[in-house]
């Protein structure tokens, strides 16, 4: 086994190679071999791991790249996320991708379809869209529709079936990633000083550009380590925080809010990992459908999941109360406005249950920690000294 420091390491390096080196050396060792980049959030991997492909995640450039052409193709009051994204496809950042998923996240999203659209990049670029009618009859059909229109973008390219069998054995795969990482939440939950919401986080987002055997062996390895003591416990508050599911938070801000004296003891950070609530039914005769009675029936909230029947605001108090944390920081991205849409009704709900919050925006390409870590730490000892 690893070393977990080593694991660590390894995973802040894969999450932060913002030319993908890892996942091009796995296509090039097989011709029928397909990479598609997918956007935040959630994507069900599941139709191009079967397709012998590698579905790898997206999320701009952060604070790790200088945006210059990028910033051409987008007016200055939206988010940052689709200039970092375009700045890596003018860059060759995402040559040798044979395609490209937009999930139906904002209207920024579906514009940059279009944009690699006219930039011609990859050899397929889709709109992914959600069902938000929930009767499996109607929703779940569109949304079965929607993956075959992938599949057969993936088929064109490399000529490879997409069967029920490969179908259902890459949900279980899948189904091994999701329960993995939730140990390591239910393991935090109850000693998060053994792993920091940052060292989480890279291990998280460095699976999304591994294939899903190789993360989760590494997610094992980690569970493994974290039977044991590690770190040392302080006198925190537990808090989740809620609004980052797509433009990702930089490192520096996680940190100051952990430095403040918060434990992060469950955030949406890497939603798209951690939609699917629970194991997809694999032994149904049509694995396809069960991808999509998964969406509309076991997915966790988020601001661009349409939830009429379930608010938002409301699953939020049951997650808090799950994880037995004292607070809620809300912290969007600036201009994200399905978040800061939400913001209002989700604070409500907090307010009825008396659940303390507070909230801040970011940039991700911005430093605004020293303020951010201030506004966390007051927060913090207003709890200890008052909550």
């Given amino acids: 086994m690893e070393p977990l420091n080593r694991i660590i390491e390894k995973s802040k390096h894969l999450s932060f190679d913002l030319n993908y080196t890892y996942s091009k050396q ?47 193709y987008y007016q200055s009051y939206i988010c940052h996320l689709p200039r970092g994204v375009i700045e890596m496809a003018l860059d060759g950042s995402l040559d040798k991708f044979d395609g490209f998923v937009f ?44 993956m075959k229109h992938i599949i057969g973008d993936m088929s064109g390219i490399n000529r490879v079936q ?97 430095m403040a004296g918060c434990y992060i003891v469950d955030d949406d950070f890497m939603l798209g990992s951690r939609l699917i609530q629970g194991n997809i039914n694999s032994d149904t005769g049509n694995p396809l459908s069960a991808l ?8 966790a909230f988020s601001s661009c999941y349409y939830d009429v029947g379930n608010p938002k605001g409301k699953r939020l108090v049951e997650l808090v109360k799950k994880r037995n944390a004292d607070g809620v920081i809300f ?11 939400d913001r209002p009704q989700m604070q409500k709900e907090c307010d009825i249950a008396g659940i303390p919050h507070i909230n801040f925006q970011f940039h991700e390409n911005t430093g605004q920690f020293k303020v951010i870590k201030e506004q966390a730490g007051t927060f913090s000892d207003s709890i200890k000294l008052w909550a």
């Fill in 26 to 72: 796995w296509k090039s060792a097989d011709t029928s071999r397909i990479l598609v980049g997918y956007l935040p959030i959630y994507f069900p991997r599941e139709i191009v791991h079967a397709a012998n492909g590698l579905a790898v995640g997206i999320f701009g450039v952060g604070d790790r790249k200088q945006i210059i052409r990028g910033d051409a």
């Fill in 103 to 146: 999930p139906a996240i904002c209207d920024c999203i579906r514009n940059l379809s279009g944009m690699f659209k006219l930039e011609q990049k990859g050899k397929f670029q889709r709109y992914f869209d959600y069902p938000q009618n929930f009767d499996l009859s109607i929703g779940g059909e569109f949304y079965i529709q929607e």
């Fill in 162 to 258: 997409v069967t029920d069998e490969n179908l259902i054995r890459s949900i279980r795969l899948f189904n091994i990633n999701r329960r993995f990482i939730e140990e390591i939440y239910n393991i935090r939950q109850e000693y998060p000083w053994r792993l920091s919401a940052v060292e989480t986080y890279y291990i998280l987002r460095a699976g999304t550009s591994l294939p899903v055997e190789e993360h989760n062996e590494i997610l094992k390895q980690v569970i493994d380590h974290l039977q044991n003591e590690r770190g040392e416990p302080m006198d925190n508050i537990r808090i989740v925080v809620t609004g980052s599911f797509c433009e990702q938070p930089p490192i520096g801000l996680i940190k100051s809010i952990e």
């Fill in 292 to 299: 999509a009675d998964a969406y509309i029936n076991q997915s």
């Fill in 331 to 341: 912290s969007a991205a600036s201009f994200c406005d399905p978040a800061l849409l």
